[in-house]
């Protein structure tokens, strides 16, 4: 018998006798036959254990023994468990082991999250334990696919991981929205995007990214929202608006594919309809500009099946508007060029319309709303300090991200996703804090 092998494995073993490290998450049987769902971190599959089995193997008293030993056996108890690996068509799994041996490793008592239903607050409690169930394994499998696919693709098309720190001196976007602190006697404030320092990397290194925790100082009142997250962030020069949205689309198409090619497993014990989620890669997204899509709102807003409030011209959009707009086109959806008005100060006019900027947003189907946000950046020095003073912001604090203006400025562009709200559209989940491992205590969302 080969070395422990993972659940996930079994199926190259079939007709092989295995030996397993698992956790015990249910059981059942009576008379001579126990049933034990066992689990392991890659996957859930069932081992039956025959009672006759045990005594022919270990004799009647022993063998009596551990029958009984494992007929008493706890919820989450871990156990070393031997057995040899057999197709069963009648599992979702497709596979089960006939056990011959079990060793207890450690024992559980009172395990608190029992197989029945717990309300969310409950389960947001015991989180640490919570990941142990199949839907949460399932979507920490899907957001470890997606990371994997991300640096996979930043390495096949030429980018460099640019590290930006997490305390910053200043803004990136809204200042109202900083997590303060004291460095040394000095504020600094936990940083809300990596974008500006990838600019600076940008300039010295060609196609960046970063990958890492950021933090909005905003309650999370949606299920959409978190005060802390993890968002990857891309940069890159020589590149106009639309060739960044070429990059992003080819970007969150990689990922896509990337979970249906890695976690295929995790997408199946979540039931997500696969058949959508390959349409998405196989599908052009749309892209439709920020006028255009007032335009189709109100035109569509006394419809029976709309629940969104009317919109003009100059307003932002709500969820309703972004749920609406994505599943009207059925496929992910840029909406470009939105008002300056309610923008980064950083981003770039659109040319002979200074009212509007070279930005975009990626709206997913299904209900899901932004999952990237980008812009091509103002170059110009003089336009973008003006910009500055007119967001209110102190010039002296932004001298270095200035200077990039300043020394051989070059068209750029980039953008920004947020990871957790790419896991919940990807795995079809209805909260964003189950695509988070830890969620703080301040990010917990009430239904």
């Known amino acids: 018998m080969k070395d422990l092998i993972s659940i996930i494995d079994v199926k190259k073993h079939v007709g092989e ?23 392991d971190g890659t996957a859930f599959f069932q081992a039956v254990v025959f009672k006759p089995n045990m005594i022919e193997k270990f004799g009647e008293e022993a063998g009596t023994a551990k029958f009984d030993e494992i007929k008493h056996l706890s919820q989450e108890t871990s156990v070393y468990v031997t057995g040899v ?147 990857m962030d891309a940069e890159y020069p020589f590149v106009t608006h639309d060739e960044s949205l070429d990059i992003q689309e080819a970007y969150v198409k990689h990922m896509i594919q990337g979970v249906l090619n890695n ?77 300056a008005s309610f923008k980064a100060f950083y981003m770039r006019p659109v040319p002979g319309n200074p009212e509007r900027v070279l930005c975009a947003d990626l709206l997913a189907p299904e209900g899901y709303g932004e999952i990237i946000g980008g812009s091509e950046r103002e170059t110009d020095y003089e336009v973008l300090l003006q910009k500055i ?9 932004y001298e270095w991200y200035l200077e990039l203006r300043k020394f051989g400025s070059v068209p750029h562009a980039g953008f920004g996703l947020g990871l957790e709200r790419m896991v919940t559209f990807v795995a079809g989940t209805e909260h964003i804090r189950e695509a988070i491992p830890f969620p703080r205590m301040i990010n917990r969302i009430h239904p």
């Open 389 to 397: 003073v007119d967001f209110g912001l102190d010039p002296k604090d």
């Open 85 to 231: 690996v057999k197709e069963d068509a009648r599992s979702k799994f497709g596979y089960e082991l006939d056990v011959t041996d079990l060793e207890v490793i450690g024992h559980s008592h009172d395990y608190p999250i029992t197989p029945k239903e717990h309300g969310v607050e409950f389960l947001l409690d015991n989180r640490h334990l919570w990941l142990r169930s199949k839907r949460q394994m399932a979507i920490m499998q899907i957001r470890n696919a997606i990371i994997y696919a991300s640096y996979d693709f930043f390495d096949k098309n030429g980018f460099i991981k640019f590290d930006s720190p997490i305390l910053s001196g200043n803004a990136a976007e809204n200042t109202t929205e900083l997590f303060e602190t004291d460095y040394f006697g000095n504020p600094a404030f936990l940083s809300q995007s990596g974008q500006l320092y990838l600019e600076a990397g940008a300039m010295a290194l060609g196609r960046v990214f970063d990958f890492g925790p950021v933090f909005r100082a905003e309650k999370s009142k949606t299920r959409r929202h978190l005060t802390e997250f993890w968002m």
């Open 263 to 339: 976690a295929a497993y995790a997408l199946e014990t979540l039931e997500r309809d696969i058949s959508k989620l390959q349409k998405y890669v196989d599908t052009p997204f749309m892209r439709v500009s920020y006028d255009d899509a007032i335009d189709l709102l109100q035109a569509h807003e006394n419809d029976e099946d709309t629940d969104y409030e009317h919109v003009e011209h100059g307003d932002d959009f709500g969820s309703p508007h972004e749920t609406w707009l994505s599943n009207f086109y059925g496929v992910p959806t840029f909406v470009v060029n939105y008002p």
């Open 17 to 39: 006798t295995v030996k397993i490290g698992a956790w015990l998450a249910d059981k059942s049987g009576k008379g001579k036959l126990q049933f034990l769902q066992l689990r």
